[in-house]
């Protein structure tokens, strides 16, 4: 019943190289995938305990693993057809899929749960959650053995990706699964023992059907929360808590450096390493209560606290690399061993225990219902609301790159400089002056350039969702990046292609902090030019530049045409509301080469190192001016 679940969280590399031309999309689909499996799961599951009386749970059973082999096959198929749709498309197609899954899922979880609690054998129960703790481990082996096997790829931005033919491995082997799992249960009912058994459990409207046998007594959920409520609420809180594992997991890389290192720390097979690593850890915790004297079945309060203190490894995941912008502990080991491996541990322990202490606490007669019950608690948690949040995950420091060149990109998103957004701002504002001012200057047209990879046609996306009028993206991969001046020169052109009379630009770069482009700019058309602006007033064709200088402000005034760099004082940048970002996927954005120029892109400048800034060392406080002084002497400064 959790495979179908695991399968989804160990995809996430290639449902990233789906969504990755939709920023929002990339941020945003694995909350989105938290989100359906939660609606659909936990109101299947309500549903399903409360139609007790007249239940089928073999049937149930059947029609979940039927489901999920169809959601499977058709997420094989996708890996092969209509590869070109939009990634909205996709993301449509994925959230039907997951929602799909999710109701076979529910029906599956009530079905089994309520069925072997038939028994009233406690290790049957240990047995199921022990196939759930297998459930997630073979997906995440699959989908790294996948990975390993199919020849590794590249993209156009010369990322490594994950083929498409491992996804399609990956998917068509849960498929297999779900298939060769329900030929097995099909196996179990035809054993005599298991006639008998669902005679008990089913309602069979055939010829021998009898309403006093397959009519069950209907159990008030409130009286089976009253007596399992420590037991429910243990295990609502443990996967309550767990629910945080699959937000953080994608997000967290490998401490090494992705251009020279083995496959196994790539993304696309470290990711489901460390589901592996986690799900191991839930496998041996899960497996442990088989042992008599590891059960706390009979102490239930002391599960709940235990489920509680669980929280304490949430903040461990912060410590790690995520987004591969660098971490505070530098270690794979400390990641996989000591956050993944036993935060499983512990989920499968406690879950376990849960399971299959419930069956101490009710009457014979309530032990289905009981069985549906605590199935429909293992069903609640709150990830919804956590993986929103979980999402704004704070930002760690950039860091180097092994060959200290410049300033290490790989598997970092691309976001639009922060300089950058103020002179899209700025130039919207000033088109807006005019609608309360009927002598401010009119604006014919804002025209967001840029010239990088691919993924930059994004931040003109972006540009353009915040009142940009059109885009254009000149293409350059990364090992043809241009030094300042190249791109001063090919702003140039565009200026004169567009017949602009104003080029408002961020004041420097956010990866080599290069600060010149706007002054060559101005320099190449002769125009005037204000840096660093923090105020910007348009009086028909003459132009007001407030800039800050060391002690106070200073004003310049110049007529147009003129290029401004903005500072970070100029204005507060809006937020792109959704029927905006929506109108911005129509707007036109003109795709061009370096070829199309005929530039001199020849490069004049040679980094020799890039180095991070060394440590600061921990201040001193001082009692008196005699001790400073007395500091000062001791430290070579007097």
């Known amino acids: ?287 442990g209560p088989a042992l008599p004297a590891l059960r706390l079945t009979h102490r239930p309060r002391l599960l709940f606290f235990i489920s509680i203190a669980r929280v304490l490894f949430i903040p461990l995941y912060l410590l790690c690399n995520i987004g591969g912008k660098g971490a505070a502990i530098n270690s794979d080991f400390f990641y996989l061993f000591v956050v993944q491996l036993f935060f499983g541990m512990t989920n499968g322990y406690l879950g376990s225990n849960c399971m299959m202490g419930f069956a101490e606490w009710v009457e014979p007669d309530e032990l289905e219902a009981a069985g549906g019950f605590m199935s429909l608690c293992l069903g609640i948690d709150f990830n919804t609301i956590k993986s929103a949040a979980s999402n704004d995950i704070p930002k760690v420091k950039p860091r180097v790159n092994r060959a200290q060149t410049a300033v290490e990109t790989a598997n970092v998103k691309h976001s639009m400089n922060p300089f950058d957004e103020l002179s899209i701002e700025e130039a919207v504002r000033i088109r807006e002056k005019k609608a309360h001012h009927a002598n401010a200057p009119s604006v014919e047209e804002i025209v967001a350039f840029s010239a990088g990879v691919p993924k930059s046609q994004d931040i003109l996306r972006t540009a353009m969702a915040m009142g940009a009028d059109r885009g254009i993206h000149v293409v350059v991969e990364e090992k043809d990046a241009l030094e300042p001046l190249g791109v001063a020169k090919l702003l140039r052109k565009v200026v004169d292609e567009q017949k602009s009379n104003l080029v408002i630009l961020g004041k420097q770069a956010i990866d080599d902090d290069a600060g010149q482009t706007g002054q060559m700019l101005a320099g190449l058309l002769n125009w005037p030019q204000a840096t660093q602006a923090s105020k910007v007033t348009i009086n028909d064709q003459s132009v007001e530049v407030v800039q800050e200088v060391d002690g106070g402000v200073q004003t310049i005034k110049a007529k147009l045409p003129m290029v401004i760099t903005t500072d970070l004082r100029l204005n507060e940048p809006r937020y792109a509301s959704l029927p905006n970002i929506m109108k911005a996927k129509k707007k036109q954005l003109d795709k061009k080469s370096l070829g199309d120029y005929g530039l001199d892109t020849e490069i004049r400048l040679k980094t020799l190192k890039v180095t991070e800034p060394p440590p600061r060392k921990g201040g001193v406080k001082v009692e008196d001016v005699d001790a400073m002084v007395s500091k000062l002497k001791e430290l070579g400064a007097l």
Not at 140 to 163: C, F, N, R, Y
Not at 262 to 268: D, G, L, Y
């Open 1 to 287: 019943m959790l495979w179908a679940w695991n399968m989804f969280l160990a995809a996430a590399p290639y449902f990233q190289r789906r969504f990755e031309s939709n920023h929002n999309l990339l941020r945003n689909f694995q909350s989105g995938i938290l989100s359906v499996s939660t609606v659909g799961n936990l109101g299947s599951m309500i549903v399903l305990t409360k139609l007790q009386a007249r239940a089928n749970y073999p049937r149930r059973i059947i029609v979940s693993l039927a489901l999920n082999a169809v959601v499977f096959t058709l997420l094989a198929l996708s890996t092969k057809m209509f590869l070109n749709v939009s990634a909205g498309v996709y993301f449509a197609f994925l959230m039907v899929m997951v929602l799909s899954a999710s109701l076979a899922t529910g029906l599956c979880q009530n079905g089994v749960f309520a069925y072997v609690s038939g028994f009233g054998r406690e290790e049957y129960t240990q047995g199921i959650m022990s196939g759930q703790g297998v459930a997630g481990v073979l997906p995440a082996i699959t989908q790294i053995v996948s990975v390993l096997l199919v020849p590794k790829k590249h993209h156009v931005d010369g990322a490594p990706q994950e083929s498409s033919t491992s996804a399609f491995v990956y998917f068509l082997t849960a498929t297999g699964v779900c298939l060769a799992t329900l030929v097995a249960f099909f196996h179990l009912l035809s054993r005599s023992s298991s006639k008998q058994r669902m005679a008990r459990t089913a309602y069979d409207e055939g010829p021998e059907y009898n309403p006093s046998h397959s009519e069950r007594k209907s159990v008030p959920l409130m009286r089976l929360l009253k007596r399992l409520f420590w037991l429910a609420g243990a295990v609502a809180t443990t996967f309550a808590v767990t629910m945080f594992f699959p937000v953080f997991t994608p997000q967290v890389l490998s401490v090494r450096n992705p251009t020279d290192a083995s496959r196994i720390f790539q993304p696309a097979a470290f990711i489901p390493l460390a589901f592996f690593f986690w799900n191991i850890g839930d496998l041996i915790g899960r497996v």
